[in-house]
Structure formats: C-alpha cells, structure tokens
C-alpha cells in the first residue's frame, strides 16, 4: 500500500482481463476516513486501514467501480455514497446518492462529468496542496506520467466525451489519482492538457 500524498494511500488489484491495476484509495481527511472505488485488499492494505480507520465513508465514482464496495461496507459497518445518475444500475443499497456540485464528506468536491461511458461519471475534487483530481473510469492512467480515454466502442459520442472531460482543466490540481492504471503525482494538469489538445 502506497502513501500517495498526506491523509492519501493506493492500494491495487492487478486485472489480468484489463492488463491494468484497479486502484483503491483511503483517504484519512480530518475526522473522516474513506475508501474510494475499493478492489479486493491486500493483507498490507487491510491492516494499514485497520490501523488508521475506522472507515466512515465508502464512495463510487461510477455504476461500474462497485468493486468489493459490498464487502467493505459489511466489514466496517459505513455509510455508502453512490453517484445519484447510476444509482438505479448498481445492485446496492446506498446509504446517500449524491450529484453535481455537491460537498462530500471530507471536503471532497463532487465533478460529474458528461457524455462519459455512464451518466453518473464523476471526478471528485480535493482543494489540498496544490489540487488533487479522483477519477474512476473517465481516465485511465496509462502508459505511466499520461493519460487516456477508454477505448471508443464505451461511449456513444467520443468527441462528445472527449468535451465533457474538458471541464477538468477549469479545476487547480497537480495530482491525478486513477481508478484504473498509474496515476500522476506531478504534472497531472498538463497530462490532461496534452490528452485534450486539438488535433491539428
């Protein structure tokens, strides 16, 4: 389990379908500890959130990163948040939906991002040091230091999706922290400017 940046950790799961980790992350912001998109745990990130938790809060950023939310939720007795658009398509319970605009626990800004793969595709924000970016399945980090959309055939207008993530670059952040691949430490904002630039 990796300490990413302060109050951040990652763990991952290595998909051999996808050729990609799925990433986890636990965030310890003030009172508030959260699991983000969880995957399966290692024995090391179990006991690093044990050590550190307990967990309040789990949040997906999309209908198709439930991952072991399930499980975990269980296992620490949390609330769950789920984007309010993908509510009706992910086989769970949650105990809040949440939308545009909305400040979650912990002072997490949420982003939702459209013309995405589903319509509650959310980027979640964090105004700590100088910006940190979430994001479930809007990027994906890969190969390493960039970044990339998914393959084509998820979205029904490409060009479309590709317009929705510019509302990014209104955002401050130096730190992009993925669901899927390697996320980005430094640099993160010009990774995603170079993503968009028009084609010549």
């Known amino acids: 389990m990796k300490n990413l940046l302060p109050g951040i950790w990652q763990w991952s799961w290595f998909s051999e379908e996808k050729q990609l980790d ?31 938790g307990p967990v309040d809060y789990i949040i997906v950023t999309n209908r198709d990163h439930v991952r072991e939310a399930a499980r975990y939720q269980s296992e620490f007795h949390c609330q769950l948040h789920v984007p309010e658009a993908d509510a009706a398509q992910i086989d769970l319970i949650p ?12 002072g ?14 959310s980027a979640l924000f964090i105004q700590q040091g100088k910006g940190v970016l979430i994001v479930g399945d809007a990027l994906i980090g890969k190969p390493a230091s960039s970044v990339r959309m998914l393959s084509d055939e ?9 317009d929705g993530l510019r509302r990014l670059l209104k ?6 922290l993925v669901g899927d691949g390697a996320s980005i430490l430094t640099g993160a ?12």
Not at 98 to 104: I, P, S, V, W
Not at 171 to 176: G, I
Not at 189 to 200: D, H, M, N, T
């Open 22 to 52: 799925f990433n986890g992350l636990f965030l310890t912001v003030g009172e508030h500890k959260i699991l983000i998109d969880p995957p399966p745990m290692t024995g090391e990130a179990s006991s690093t959130i044990l050590r550190n």
């Open 95 to 106: 105990t809040k939906t949440f939308k545009d605009g909305e400040l979650l626990p912990g």
């Open 108 to 121: 997490i800004w949420v982003i939702q991002l459209k013309d995405q793969k589903s319509s509650g595709e």
């Open 154 to 162: 998820k979205y029904a207008d490409v060009r479309r999706a590709q």
């Open 171 to 176: 955002y401050n952040f130096e730190s992009l």
């Open 189 to 200: 904002k010009q990774a995603l400017e170079r993503l968009l630039q028009p084609s010549s």
